[in-house]
DNA sequence: TATGAATGAGATTTCATTCAT
DNA sequence: CATGAATGAAATCTCATTCAT
């Protein structure tokens, strides 16, 4: 397992001019005042550019944020999905994965999984539905490897249907006060969420690393 | 178990003119748009007084949020502390009744307990450090509770330490999702949070509901 | 020559509860903050009473203001008027002990004579008048003395019909520098601007003491 | 010596958009109303720009009020020396055209004056201690020269340290009343100025004009 | 693309003043 | 006389956005 330290920012260059470094300052921004504490003079400074030119590149503040969420929640999702399908058929593999891959991007991208749980809430209308969806589909993966468990037998909790909700809550939380340099690694942030997430569906001992 | 439906406003008339009703209109605004989201229009339309009015009784909106979260945790540190200290000794029965206590809470005052765990961010200097240190009150409350049980094995959890702060991020983030009216009540809420909890920390099957 | 310490406070108890206090208060907002700088709650602090107890007293700020300098330039004019009246024929003399008593004012009541110079200009209609009438009776005394002492030969300036403001203005501008404790005593002030104002208006040299 | 009308605007075109439009109307409304009693309001109104371009101008108002006393200040120093480089060596000459150089400064551009003695203490931290030392700067060569004739038996005034600062209060109190049109031309004021300095100073009667 | 200047709307806060008690 | 609560207007300043260049 890779403990290395994070690729720093989660928006690499886009061939596009200034584009990466306006949605990297957009998401420092959201991340350090929220959506509404941060100004576009906030995210033009961190950029590097002037307030007019991010016009050049987004047509408003909203869409700004939605594309932040966007590639947040896709590299999330697609971080997530990976490693379980890398991970076998056992439910219990299958789902330690995924909340390492998880807790990983927590750690990794620590600011943009913040914005993303905490500011989802001031999109509207198509924006923020796609955002919702990207969201609810990794969700979906862990409810689906929560069903699969409880089908199986691999787990027994009696609410397969809601506990998936409580992991993954769980694990976007660490982002609220995870610190680099803390006393707890990203690996041992990844070992103990695995641990807590099968205990929680009531996984038999046996299974836990 | 009472599954009653909630008091409805956390703020209850203060006797002083219309206190109650700003903070309780305060909490309405921040609660749907965020502190910075809300104005302080917004706060003086839901009191149904006058912009200027809400200066003669918080000098500012800081303060205005500072003490809708510090009654927000004061009572949900009483009510969680209160539900503690009736559970008797064992940690598995403290815990389970810790939980119950504090999803009923965040059912009962969702609007507030969402605005406790999202907005505090916004607070600076004093205010913020008596409202952190509120929150982190109720939260060693179940720290101390999960170090018992991993002390006189009732807990089998490798994570005592740690353990308490997940199951209180899984529970408050009940507040972030939860519908009245939706699928789940606030009992069937509370009992699946108890199990989550104590499945958590590999308390043992017996000491299931 | 009296080079007390001055009687710290211009308006003595008007034996009508509050008022004094209040006008003292003002006296004091208007001098450190100016007019439109102060505020009718500042000044209720000054008094220790409370902001809508001032409009039992006063109409108005403005009217407090006009209140202020009305006493003020009652004051001084009549200060000046006795000193010399009490001064004998000579114009020399005559004009001495004007200067001395109006520096002494200055120094005894600064923020009164500071704000008496300053404020004058945010009062308007029938106050205003009034008000600059009372300066403007105090200029006269020093006019007629200099117009005096050209007409008899004690003073050779060529300029007997301006001179006088401007040993006004400067004798005023003390106001606004001087600071109890300094270099030059009450005393050495007035002095000194009695002989500035002698030289001023070419006084030979016999008439300076 | 030049009876000319005054250039007008203290603050020519900077070449910068509206900014000399801005230091004009602020100079103009804090002269009409002094710091407090205009509005940002009032100087956008004035030149004829919108209330929110001000600030991309000044960040506060008080930055405004700070280049609008430093620009006076400035000119009025200038001014003054260089009036004096030019007068040669003998104190009486070079008193009298100090005063003459000051005093036409007032007259020139009243309102500058008037602002520049009126509405510095509404100035606090850097921004005052900049303009008081330029302020002090005057005033300081109005000092020396008063101590070089002391010094060489020119002025025979017992205060040599102290009558410099009644003159240049003398001078700058004309910003408070002069009148263009009035009955005295700007070259009438300043030779009665310069001769009530010279006399105040006790230089003999040889030496005026 | 990129920018500096510009703007109307709206933010928080303070103001002088009034009123019911 | 005295007060706390209330208010409409206005204060300074910031906002997202637009436009001419």
Same mark, same amino acid.
């Given at each position: 397992?890779?403990?290395?330290?994070?690729?720093?920012?989660?928006?690499?260059?886009? =061939?596009?001019?200034?584009? @990466?470094?306006?949605?990297?300052?957009?998401?420092?921004?959201?991340?350090?005042?929220?959506?509404?504490?941060?100004?576009?003079?906030?995210?033009?400074?961190?950029?590097?550019?002037?307030?007019?030119?991010?016009?050049?590149?987004?047509?408003?503040?909203?869409?700004?944020? @939605?594309?932040?969420?966007?590639? $947040?929640?896709?590299?999330?999702?697609?971080?997530?999905?990976?490693?379980?399908?890398?991970? =076998?058929?056992?439910?219990?593999?299958?789902?330690?994965?995924?909340?390492?891959?998880?807790?990983?991007?927590?750690?990794?991208?620590?600011? $943009?999984?913040?914005?993303? #749980?905490?500011?989802?809430?001031?999109?509207?209308?198509?924006?923020?539905?796609?955002?919702?969806?990207?969201?609810?589909?990794?969700?979906?993966?862990?409810?689906? #490897?929560?069903?699969? =468990?409880?089908?199986?037998?691999?787990?027994?909790?009696?609410?397969?249907?809601?506990?998936?909700?409580?992991?993954?809550?769980?694990?976007?939380?660490?982002?609220?006060?995870?610190?680099?340099?803390?006393?707890?690694?990203?690996?041992?942030?990844?070992?103990?969420?695995?641990?807590?997430?099968?205990?929680?569906?009531?996984?038999?001992?046996?299974?836990?690393?």
């Amino acid at each position: 397992m890779n403990d290395r330290s994070p690729t720093a920012t989660l928006i690499a260059d886009t =061939g596009r001019g200034n584009e @990466a470094a306006i949605l990297n300052a957009a998401l420092e921004a959201f991340g350090e005042k929220g959506f509404n504490g941060a100004s576009m003079r906030d995210v033009a400074r961190g950029a590097g550019t002037s307030l007019s030119n991010l016009y050049n590149y987004f047509p408003s503040k909203s869409h700004l944020l @939605a594309e932040v969420l966007r590639r $947040a929640n896709d590299e999330l999702y697609s971080r997530t999905r990976t490693a379980v399908e890398q991970a =076998g058929d056992a439910a219990a593999a299958r789902l330690r994965d995924a909340v390492r891959a998880y807790v990983g991007f927590v750690v990794d991208f620590q600011t $943009a999984a913040l914005v993303a #749980i905490s500011e989802i809430r001031y999109l509207d209308g198509d924006e923020r539905e796609r955002v919702v969806a990207a969201r609810d589909s990794t969700q979906a993966i862990f409810e689906q #490897i929560v069903a699969a =468990g409880a089908g199986n037998g691999e787990f027994r909790t009696p609410y397969p249907a809601d506990a998936a909700r409580s992991i993954v809550s769980m694990c976007s939380a660490v982002s609220t006060w995870y610190r680099p340099g803390g006393r707890l690694s990203r690996g041992q942030l990844a070992e103990q969420h695995a641990r807590y997430a099968l205990a929680l569906v009531e996984a038999p001992l046996a299974g836990l690393a």
